[in-house]
């Protein structure tokens, strides 16, 4: 079975506040993916890595950025949080080459920022 | 750039009641398509997946969707809900852009 797992489930941080959100898989995928969802948009993607050091930017970018230093671990950082990023934040991989592009989600990080 | 919709925001259904979700995208290209479901408190899992080949798509739990090229659109389908379906519904399509959600609700 896939695992994804993400560093904490609940995360409360103050504004101007340095974050890092912290996610790990365990089936090799060479894609990984940060998603923050919000009711009545939906999933909005933030950042994703198809390589180690390799990144591109989502739909949603600002205020945000992301580290991959090994295959398995990708981390977004939001350098000063504000209250506007309070959101859950949901890791994803997948597989990059073939047809199968099916993501796996890790349970999430519901953070508050006040 | 691609985009997902789905029509409804909100269903509320009754048991046993047939359940239809829509989803239209906008791609000119190859299309890769799925559906995932958020149980309350649960990860994002997928209830199914089109890449190519047979545009009625069978997925777990008796759910169906049927790929209409001709409409850009991927409606998922459930002949008869039960209250264990009560979730949130997603679309998504390849490079990664996901629909804003459908939250289902099914009364017993």
């Known amino acids: 079975d896939v695992k994804v797992t993400q560093s904490s489930r609940y995360l409360v941080k103050r504004t101007g506040e340095k974050v890092f959100l912290e996610c790990v898989q365990d089936m090799d995928h060479e894609n990984m993916f940060w998603y923050r969802q919000d009711p009545g948009l939906g999933l909005r993607l933030i950042y994703f890595?198809?390589?180690?050091?390799?990144?591109e930017k989502g739909d949603i970018p600002e205020g945000y950025s992301v580290s991959r230093e090994k295959k398995e671990r990708f981390s977004l950082i939001l350098e000063s949080a504000s209250t506007n990023q309070t959101s859950m934040y949901l890791c994803?991989?997948?597989?990059?080459?073939?047809?199968?592009?099916?993501?796996?989600f890790g349970p999430g990080t519901r953070l508050t920022v006040t | 750039a691609q985009s997902v919709s789905q029509h409804n925001h909100h269903v509320i259904l009754s048991e046993a009641a047939s359940l239809e979700l829509g989803c239209n995208y906008s791609?000119?290209?190859?299309?890769?398509l799925f559906w995932y479901v958020q149980y309350p408190g649960q990860h994002l899992q997928l209830l199914l997946k089109?890449?190519?080949?047979?545009?009625l798509v069978k997925g777990i739990k008796g759910f169906e969707a049927e790929f209409i090229k001709s409409k850009f659109s991927f409606n998922l389908r459930k002949p008869s809900v039960q209250w264990s379906d009560t979730a949130e519904y997603f679309c998504a399509a390849i490079k990664l852009s996901f629909g804003a959600g459908t939250t289902v609700t099914v009364r017993a």
């Open positions: 890595s198809y390589d180690v050091k390799m990144k």
């Open positions: 791609y000119g290209g190859t299309v890769n």
């Open positions: 994803a991989s997948s597989f990059r080459s073939g047809q199968s592009y099916e993501q796996y």
């Open positions: 089109y890449f190519s080949g047979d545009p």
